[in-house]
């Protein structure tokens, strides 16, 4: 036991990352984090022991069955494996599966609880459209955001559906023209850390990330005074498409 937990260090050294769904850095991801490891630990579970009655199966020395045994073996593992484990095992992840999804909505908050910021994210072929309808600021494949202040992100697309996703944060959320989505983002500390669009949208897909900054409360409060005071200019250019490409080589 001691070696496979040796062994599997490097493994599980994999899941850290600025953009590692197992390397949660708020409350919605840290739910779905938990989720996916009692999954691998429910399924891992499942494939021994399916593949230790397979064994036992092998080892086992025939014997003759009368056609009435045979048939009621048959109905037993129909019963037992093609009813009872699938539908235990799915009422099982529903169980949990359920209630998680409905606390990653973006409910009411309760009296007293910090205002959630309002940040509109555009996806387009492919970029990220970042803007803050507080001080007009509009920035490009970069996201900043307060440590503890949760913020709602409506999502929205100019053209084809993409998908936005901070795995550090949270789940994905379609970005489907003619819709807005909104996702609650919520990061626990300051820090770095990245999304992608999750959705094949076109030829510069994989290329389509958002740079995500965490600052301190206050840092970030100072940051939104600033751009209110700088008279909403765009911070950054936006790039066009056709040269998107070639600006991120
Ligand atoms: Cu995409």
Redesign the pocket.
């Known amino acids: 036991m001691a070696g496979l937990v040796a062994a599997s260090a490097p493994l599980l050294g994999g899941c850290e990352g600025v953009q590692s769904t197992l390397h949660p850095a708020g409350p919605a991801a840290r739910a779905i984090s938990w989720l996916w490891w009692g999954m691998f630990a429910a399924f891992t579970a499942i494939s021994i022991g399916v593949v230790a009655l397979w064994l036992h199966a092998q080892r086992r020395r025939a014997r003759d069955w009368s056609e009435e045994e045979a048939r009621r073996a048959g109905r037993r593992f129909v019963v037992a494996g093609g009813l009872l484990l699938p539908g235990i095992s799915v009422a099982v992840i529903l169980a949990f599966g359920i209630p998680i999804g409905n606390r990653l909505l973006p409910q009411p908050l309760a009296a007293g609880a910090p205002e959630p910021l309002r940040i509109v994210v555009t ?1 387009r ?2 970029q990220w459209e970042v803007r803050y309808p507080e001080t007009g600021e509009v920035l490009f494949d970069e996201l900043h955001l307060p440590a503890g202040r949760p913020a709602d992100v409506q999502v929205r697309s100019e053209d ?4 936005f996703w901070v795995p550090r944060l949270h789940g994905k959320i379609d970005a489907v023209p003619g819709r807005t989505h909104v996702v609650r983002l919520l990061a626990e500390a300051p820090g770095e850390m990245g999304g ?7 030829r ?3 290329h ?1 990330v958002l740079a995500v900054r965490v600052h301190p409360a206050e840092v970030f409060e100072r940051r939104l005074a600033e751009a209110a005071a700088a008279g909403r200019p765009p911070r950054q250019a936006a790039v066009p498409a056709e040269t998107a490409t070639e600006v991120r080589q």
């Open positions: 996806a072929q492919w084809v559906i993409h998908s992608q669009c999750a959705e094949f949208c076109g510069d897909h994989a389509m």
